[in-house]
């Protein structure tokens, strides 16, 4: 296999786009996050891989390999999983890590066999347990582990979650499917005894109507006591858990209770398919998988962030896809969601700032803030409004307008705030802008506030896709500020509202508004002032990711 190429070999505007702290390899197709995990020293992360072209290919995935000692600065090593036996010849697609009680790591991951490319469940071992790098990985002679049921086709059964034990000592894992001929998608449980015989159980741990294919689960439990994550086996009473599905472009979840003893799961709520569904992201992101820190007791996510420009554009770079940063996961204190954050180690990275004290941003204003470099950079800000009235009337919209409209930065339904916000990516002339944006409508008896991501005008070339994405921040404005936290990095923007409640990432492609032309604003479009209470940006240092490889 060809070594990946160098950054320095393509056109200065393609390397301008490329990312400078975010995960990605040098040269090609990148897609899941597979199986992160810790072990001796290094955090690894797998990914799914086509080395051969900066596109999917549906024949010979590989399993890429990194690993970091602060999953910030990655070095790439040589592929940990190929193609190689009869049932994943035609590709070793995603699944996740295992850690066993003595310490040993074990991957679950789907291959696609040579029977009409049927989607298997494969066990892989290390083949040496005292490299800490994980270079090799072996496949056992008793695979593969689980196949298809009856009820599910060949094509619907993969990426299996990292598995829990019982206090039964039984160990369980969830693999997405499908129910033939209906759109009803599925986590099927299975469990084993010894990690070699799995039995499917009778019962689906969860299913949900009209959402179709469930791809990459991932279930894990989290703490309602506080931020620090637990182990995936844990389960007592100071845990709930939580179900995650990636279907119609979007990972979804449901936080609920889980029984070992009946294997059942209690949601809260179900699946949906729409809007009312909870997502860990409003934006541009897919098929996350987390994992136990177990070094700093935390419960780490990555999402996979897919090009938006072109296939035409990919070849000319030479790359695709990308991940979301590291987020830490944690129950918020309601109970009714998860508060997402990066992590703390990507602070390192910060290095000239800017800080502005409390002013207010009139109606029609838009200022710069200069000092930084706004392509590639960390920018926290406040917004405090100076009143609201304590009886609003009831907006008539409710019943009658959709949250595209809602979520449109352009449409004013029962504004009383904004847009305001940032614009990010930004050209001298606005032409080119990605809008970061907040307004504060009337809704039933209260206010709600929006957040949104508006890329209509975030590049001026036309092979562009520019979405527009939103959704509602769960606060209450009369009694809490509206706080923002965006890393722009190039390329791609990730926002965080309300300390995490909220996430939304943006990938945009400027061609006006790279390297140093890049600025950045706040701003304010509503017809009511509103109070910045506070800023602080900075530029962000290169991370070096897989510049360096060790084959």
């Not at 918020?332 to 502005?356: A, F, Y």
């Not at 506070?534 to 070096?544: H, Y």
Request: some cysteine.
């Amino acid at each position: 296999m060809a070594k990946h190429g160098n950054v320095q070999d393509l056109l200065p505007n393609q390397v301008l786009n490329r990312t400078s702290f975010h995960f990605q390899p040098q040269r090609n197709w990148l897609n899941d996050p597979n199986a992160p995990m810790y072990y001796k020293g290094f955090y690894h992360l797998f990914y799914q891989n086509n080395p051969l072209a900066p596109e999917f290919s549906r024949k010979k995935m590989i399993w890429g390999h990194s690993v970091s000692q602060d999953m910030v600065n990655w070095i790439q090593l040589e592929p940990a999983l190929s193609p190689s036996e009869p049932y994943d010849i035609n590709s070793c697609w995603s699944g996740a890590a295992t850690i066993l009680p003595d310490g040993r790591p074990v991957i679950l991951y789907t291959g696609l066999d040579n029977n009409n490319r049927t989607q298997v469940t494969v066990v892989a071992e290390p083949k040496d347990v005292s490299d800490p790098l994980l270079r090799e990985w072996v496949k056992p002679k008793y695979n593969p582990v689980m196949v298809p049921p009856s009820n599910v086709y060949h094509d619907c059964f993969r990426d299996p979650t990292t598995a829990w034990q019982g206090e039964d000592g039984i160990w369980r894992v969830l693999i997405g499917a499908k129910v033939k001929d209906t759109e009803t998608g599925m986590a099927i449980l299975y469990r084993s005894d010894d990690f070699v015989k799995w039995t499917k159980y009778p019962v689906n741990l969860l299913e949900a109507e009209e959402t179709g294919m469930w791809e990459c689960p991932d279930f894990f439990p989290v703490s309602i006591t506080g931020k620090e994550g637990v182990d995936t086996s844990v389960n007592n009473a100071n845990v709930r858990h939580v179900l995650k599905a990636s279907f119609g472009g979007n990972d979804c979840y449901v936080i609920g209770k889980y029984s070992s003893e009946n294997e059942e799961f209690l949601g809260d709520y179900e699946f949906t398919k729409t809007s009312a569904d909870l997502r860990y992201d409003h934006g541009t992101f897919y098929a996350s998988k987390a994992f136990f820190d177990s070094v700093k007791n935390r419960r780490i996510n990555w999402g996979w962030v897919v090009e938006t420009d072109s296939k035409e554009d990919d070849f000319k770079k030479g790359w695709a896809g990308l991940m979301t940063l590291p987020r830490e996961m944690w129950l918020d204190t309601s109970g009714k969601r998860l508060i997402q954050w990066p992590i703390e180690e990507i602070n390192h990275l910060r290095t000239k700032s800017v800080k502005l004290d409390s002013c207010e941003i009139k109606t029609g204003a838009a200022f710069e803030i200069s000092g930084i470099t706004a392509a590639q950079a960390d920018v926290e800000v406040t917004f405090n409004l100076p009143s609201l009235e304590d009886n609003p009337e009831i907006l008539e919209a409710d019943h009658h307008v959709d949250d595209a409209t809602l979520f449109d930065r352009d449409s004013s339904v029962g504004c009383v705030y904004g847009p305001f916000g940032l614009l990010a990516l930004a050209s001298d002339d606005l032409s080119e802008q990605t809008a970061i944006f907040f307004k504060v409508i009337r809704r039933g008896n209260g206010y709600a506030v929006v957040m949104g991501s508006n890329e209509k005008r975030s590049s001026l070339r036309d092979n562009v896709k520019k979405s527009s994405h939103g959704t509602f921040v769960d606060i209450n404005p009369r009694q809490e500020k509206i706080s923002l936290r965006c890393l722009i990095d190039h390329s791609i923007i990730e926002s965080y509202a309300a300390g995490g409640k909220s996430v939304i990432t943006s990938r945009v492609y400027p061609k006006l508004a790279i390297g140093e032309a890049a600025k950045l604003y706040v701003f304010n479009d509503g017809t009511r002032g509103v109070t910045m209470s506070s800023l602080e940006a900075w530029s962000m240092r290169n991370a070096q990711i897989n510049t360096n490889t060790t084959y």
